[in-house]
């Protein structure tokens, strides 16, 4: 069951989101706000899987107060305008849908959300047991030992593992990936990389290498290179 909540200053549209969850069996839509301030104090206090965010809104826009959580569930951008498509999705967002959207619309932006929550959930039961993960690619999942995962990267709307022997394209989001993968083992470099700790070669001033591939590090993410060297 996915815990969601609301945010858009106009009520109607709040009615058409709580008559289309009700209609889905795994989705429980616990709140509902006008008020995007209110929403993020509910928020704080409860916590949520998905938010219904509206980006046209009086005081903060959306995107600002997505940008604002430190720890963001998954968003749904929801709004009556389409030039903010691409920056949503370079936030991580799982679906942009423009009003007015169709009840078919919602549900495949909510299927969305409850595989990769169920994705999510499920790793972290069978990582620490098998020291595997599934990821889902294409219509199926793979199983990948943890100790054959390289590095991770950004590519676009997908993430990439990359193994010894193959790279596996997976719709899953930084945050996601970072949360499944244990961070004893692996380490975000980059704003586009996560690499295993295990894996890495020779350590330089801008960059990391592991086997042929030389990995940039990030301005902000110089100081994790203390965990991989132990300093």
């Not at 679906?95 to 299927?111: E, G």
């Not at 169920?118 to 793979?142: C, D, H, T, V, W």
């Not at 993430?159 to 996601?176: A, D």
């Not at 949360?179 to 894996?199: D, G």
Request: aromatic share 10%.
């Amino acid at each position: 069951m996915l815990k969601a909540m609301a945010i858009d200053d106009e009520p109607m549209a709040l009615e058409v989101i709580r008559s289309l969850s009700q209609k889905i069996p795994f989705l429980d839509l616990q709140a509902c706000f006008t008020n995007a301030f209110e929403a993020m104090e509910h928020l704080k206090r409860e916590g949520a899987d998905l938010i219904f965010l509206d980006i046209k809104m009086p005081d903060i826009s959306g995107i600002e107060f997505l940008r604002s959580l430190p720890h963001p569930p998954m968003v749904i951008f929801t709004t009556a305008y389409s030039e903010h498509a691409v920056q949503s999705f370079e936030l991580d967002a799982i679906d942009y849908l423009l009003k007015p959207f169709s009840p078919a619309r919602f549900l495949k932006a909510c299927n969305k959300a409850y595989d990769l929550h169920s994705l999510k959930e499920g790793n972290r039961g069978n990582m620490p047991a098998q020291g595997s993960i599934f990821i889902k690619s294409g219509y199926g999942q793979i199983r990948v030992e943890l100790g054959d995962v390289l590095y991770v990267q950004s590519t676009g709307n997908y993430m990439q593992f990359v193994l010894p022997e193959e790279k596996i394209l997976s719709r899953l989001t930084m945050n996601e990936v970072e949360e499944m993968l244990p961070a004893a083992a692996f380490v975000r470099v980059h704003r586009s990389y996560i690499i295993a700790k295990s894996k890495v070669q020779r350590i330089e001033k801008g960059s990391v290498w592991i086997k042929d591939k030389e990995i940039p590090i990030g301005a902000g993410y110089a100081h994790e290179i203390e965990k991989i060297t132990g300093g």
